[in-house]
């Protein structure tokens, strides 16, 4: 690396990239952003987003700025094992490389963006804490915003653009070609719930609620994704996986709910509907089929699992109108 350093960025150049940062509404427009920001701010020789996936020791770039120098092994180890911190690593060249951990809201994967110059001053290193800084609390006011309250899992917001991401995958045929491993999406219903608000008041229903969204943060797999639908109804996204998997997972939570003692000693239930991700055009489609399951199980008995391709396949239930489908989202 050879270039020399360039002036300081005036405070009009700061505020009007700070300005456009702070006006983006997803994680995924935030972090081209940032991205942006440090190239027309810096100028750095290296500039590229790595990501590893969940408990995983390989990596691949997200983003890379044109004509990036190459990382060095050392930087990209040290890159692997960046704590939340910024570090300043210099190479036996003396290059300068600042690893800086990108928030991820809630994903498997876990990103570190490297910036490499001959030299950081002083000045340009705060600038560069403070400009990561505002990405991070923005990130927060984003994630805080597809939360659900009550609970702490994720909302009906986050669902959708999930669900548009499972889609899309199958879609366009980047994971369609596997027959044993889909992605499922479950409905989850706790059996009776209302009775439990009328008897012991919503402040305990609310207790309920918060015991019943730990034992499905339990029950699931690290890159399993819960969400609170709304009031006693819950959404599971699994993917890439078996149906026999599926059904494991869903009859083991299904018990651990119904040997759960929950406040006031209460035994409660949970139906469950699932429907498998295949062919479908709108998240509303996959949901509808998957309601549709949980209805049945509502309907005959409770406290059961059911899934929406078999009861078709057995004729327990009819294929649905394509022209009465209304959109959820």
Same mark, same amino acid.
């Given at each position: 690396?050879?270039?020399?350093?360039?002036?300081?960025?005036?405070? =009009?150049?700061?505020?009007?990239?700070?300005?456009?940062?702070? =006006?983006?509404?997803?994680?995924?427009?935030?972090?081209?952003?940032?991205?942006? @920001?440090?190239?027309? !701010?810096?100028?750095?020789?290296?500039?590229?987003?790595? *990501?590893?996936?969940?408990?995983?020791?390989?990596?691949? $770039? $997200?983003?890379?700025?044109?004509?990036?120098? %190459?990382?060095? @092994?050392?930087?990209?180890?040290?890159?692997?094992?960046?704590?939340?911190? !910024?570090?300043?690593?210099?190479?036996?060249?003396?290059?300068?490389?600042?690893?800086?951990?990108?928030?991820?809201? #809630?994903?498997?994967?876990?990103?570190?963006?490297?910036?490499?110059?001959?030299?950081?001053?002083?000045? =340009?290193?705060?600038?560069?804490?403070?400009?990561? +800084?505002?990405?991070?609390?923005?990130? +927060?006011?984003?994630?805080?915003?597809?939360?659900?309250?009550?609970?702490?899992?994720?909302?009906?917001?986050?669902?959708?653009?999930?669900?548009?991401?499972?889609?899309?995958?199958?879609? *366009? #045929?980047?994971?369609?070609?596997?027959?044993?491993? +889909?992605?499922?999406?479950? $409905?989850?219903?706790?059996?009776?719930?209302?009775?439990?608000?009328?008897?012991? #008041?919503?402040? &305990?229903?609310?207790? $309920?609620?918060?015991?019943?969204?730990?034992?499905?943060?339990?029950?699931?797999?690290?890159?399993?994704?819960?969400?609170?639908?709304? #009031?006693?109804?819950?959404?599971?996204?699994?993917?890439?996986?078996?149906?026999?998997?599926?059904?494991?997972?869903?009859?083991?939570?299904?018990?651990?709910?119904?040997?759960?003692?929950? %406040?006031?000693?209460?035994?409660?239930?949970?139906? &469950?509907?699932?429907?498998? &991700?295949?062919?479908?055009?709108?998240?509303?489609?996959?949901? =509808?089929?998957?309601?549709?399951?949980?209805?049945?199980?509502?309907?005959?008995?409770?406290?059961?699992?059911?899934?929406?391709?078999?009861?078709?396949?057995?004729?327990? !239930? *009819?294929?649905?109108? @394509?022209?009465?489908?209304?959109?959820?989202?």
């Amino acid at each position: 690396m050879n270039r020399s350093l360039v002036e300081p960025p005036s405070s =009009e150049t700061l505020l009007s990239n700070i300005i456009t940062l702070t =006006e983006q509404r997803d994680q995924l427009s935030l972090e081209v952003s940032l991205f942006q @920001a440090f190239q027309h !701010i810096f100028q750095p020789d290296a500039l590229i987003s790595l *990501e590893w996936p969940h408990n995983g020791d390989s990596h691949q $770039v $997200v983003h890379e700025s044109p004509g990036a120098c %190459p990382l060095p @092994a050392a930087v990209a180890d040290a890159a692997r094992v960046q704590s939340m911190d !910024i570090r300043h690593l210099a190479d036996q060249d003396g290059n300068g490389y600042l690893l800086m951990p990108i928030e991820a809201m #809630g994903d498997d994967a876990r990103r570190v963006l490297v910036l490499g110059k001959k030299a950081w001053s002083p000045t =340009e290193l705060r600038m560069v804490q403070g400009m990561l +800084r505002v990405y991070q609390n923005f990130v +927060r006011l984003l994630n805080d915003s597809e939360k659900d309250t009550l609970t702490g899992l994720m909302n009906r917001r986050r669902l959708e653009k999930h669900m548009h991401e499972a889609l899309s995958s199958r879609q *366009e #045929g980047r994971r369609g070609n596997d027959h044993q491993h +889909r992605d499922y999406l479950a $409905v989850l219903d706790i059996d009776h719930f209302k009775t439990v608000n009328d008897t012991f #008041g919503h402040l &305990i229903g609310d207790e $309920v609620l918060l015991a019943f969204a730990n034992i499905l943060r339990r029950s699931l797999r690290d890159g399993d994704r819960c969400y609170r639908y709304g #009031g006693e109804e819950f959404v599971i996204l699994l993917r890439d996986m078996r149906r026999s998997q599926v059904m494991a997972i869903l009859e083991r939570l299904r018990g651990h709910v119904a040997n759960h003692v929950f %406040p006031q000693a209460m035994h409660i239930t949970v139906s &469950i509907g699932f429907s498998r &991700i295949e062919g479908q055009r709108f998240p509303s489609a996959v949901l =509808e089929e998957a309601d549709r399951a949980l209805y049945f199980a509502k309907t005959h008995g409770r406290d059961q699992v059911r899934e929406f391709q078999a009861l078709l396949k057995a004729g327990e !239930i *009819e294929v649905p109108d @394509a022209s009465g489908s209304v959109e959820l989202f």
